[in-house]
């Protein structure tokens, strides 16, 4: 019989399959074991899971598509998250690379009450500090930072990868959503983006997880590299 609610276990593997699909990646059992660390078993006991309660659906190559219960928990967990991020930092004054984990412990306890006083406080945003649009299907296009050709004029969309050793390095670089400027030089090792506020140089390995809007932009490839999901903490991003 499926379940009514997902449990918190369940909630953050659907979480973890919205930013998959998101992020233009395929949603199958070996992707959610790279990005969550998990062991295949352990992941593939899930899956189960889910497909008894009514969330996925698996089809004949294994990949696993959302129900339309399970979209919906999905979206509502990815929301919840991503709200609560932007009133930590908008007014509570958390600075934004310290607030993903504070989100994955309080996201499942949230009430639709809590919900929407925190919507109202944090006004007029869109987006999480990192760039992910809070309300769905409002998330804008763009290419790898890594991608980018000397000379481009950039603006920073969102950091792809949430882990708390990536944030902090990106905020000591100077970088955040939003800022505007040039893509200086892209070598082997770093890329080197001059702005108002600076010069900002990451390694091209983190450049390889943030993604902007850039013009001339370069020729298209898949958002994200497979390596992505390979070197993620464990939500991946």
């Known amino acids: 019989m499926a379940a009514d609610h ?15 699909e998101e992020a233009g990646l395929a949603i199958t059992g070996a992707n959610l074991a790279r990005a969550m660390q998990l062991s295949p078993p352990t992941v593939h006991e899930m899956i189960g899971r889910l497909e008894t309660d009514g969330y996925v659906a698996r089809a004949d190559d294994k990949s696993l598509t959302f129900t339309e219960k399970g ?17 930590l930092t908008d007014v509570l004054g958390i600075p934004w690379d310290e607030v993903h984990e504070e989100a994955e412990r309080l996201e499942h ?11 109202a406080a944090i006004g007029d945003a869109r ?3 990192h760039g992910h649009p809070i309300v769905e299907g409002a998330r ?4 790898l930072l890594a991608d980018v ?3 481009a004029s950039v603006r920073i969309l969102r950091f792809e990868n949430e882990a708390e050793e990536i944030l902090h390095y990106l905020r000591d670089t100077g970088l955040r959503p939003g800022l505007e400027g040039e893509l200086q030089s892209s070598e082997d090792d770093r890329v080197v983006v001059s702005s108002d506020e600076g010069v900002h140089t990451v390694s091209r390995s983190v450049a390889e997880t943030v993604s902007v809007a850039a013009d001339p932009a370069p020729p ?11 070197s993620s903490d464990r939500y991946g991003r």
């Open 109 to 119: 306890a949230m009430s639709p009450v809590l919900e929407e006083r925190m919507l």
């Open 140 to 143: 804008e296009q763009g290419v």
């Open 220 to 230: 298209s490839r898949p958002p994200l590299p497979e390596q992505l999901v390979l």
């Open 6 to 20: 997902a449990t918190v276990a369940e909630e953050e593997y659907l979480q973890m399959m919205f930013w998959l």
């Open 127 to 129: 987006t999480c500090p």
């Open 71 to 87: 979209r919906s928990e999905a979206e509502a967990i990815t929301r919840r998250h991503r709200l609560i991020e932007r009133f």
């Open 149 to 151: 050709e000397p000379g």
